[in-house]
């Protein structure tokens, strides 16, 4: 034996890692693009800057998903370069990935609902879902009311959850492409 250890296992878990990730891009785009339909000027768009807009919007989607990812891209690395040669490697590995699954549904399915959310709270106060919002947990009938009065509000909860489901789907499906490598 020459010592030399195989490292296509690791490289097939950076590119399901690379995989979520444009996953996550996309769908916090499809958002931005819900913000954009939603919210469309009365004078129209300037098509021109459009994609510099679309572009810098992508860049903090990016950044949120670095945050976001960071803690699963660790633990499969290092997981990952630990099993690389163990019997167990594709269990292990498998039990991983159904983990990072988990987190990055739960917490993306978070994430969309309050990208979905802006879209319709900027069309009232013309400004960005913020801290301030907590202001109304007190207020919880009052919120609750609001929130459920009015008809357009479920439409948009409703494109959430599809947007949500979507995403899931998409997540376990690049989850068992990788696993079925393993």
Known sequence: MSGKMDLKPFYRTIGYLVAVHVLCLLAMTLCRVILLLSNMPAEGVDWNLLPTAMLIGVKFDNLIACYV??????????????????????EWMRKAVTGVEWYMGIVYAVLLFVGVADARYYTFFENHLNISVTEWFGFVGDTTGMIFGDMMNLVYVGVALVLIAGYIWALKGIGNCYKKTL
């Open 69 to 90: 990812g960071s803690a699963p891209i660790m633990f499969l690395m290092i997981w990952s370069i630990v099993l690389m040669n163990k019997p167990q490697y594709s």
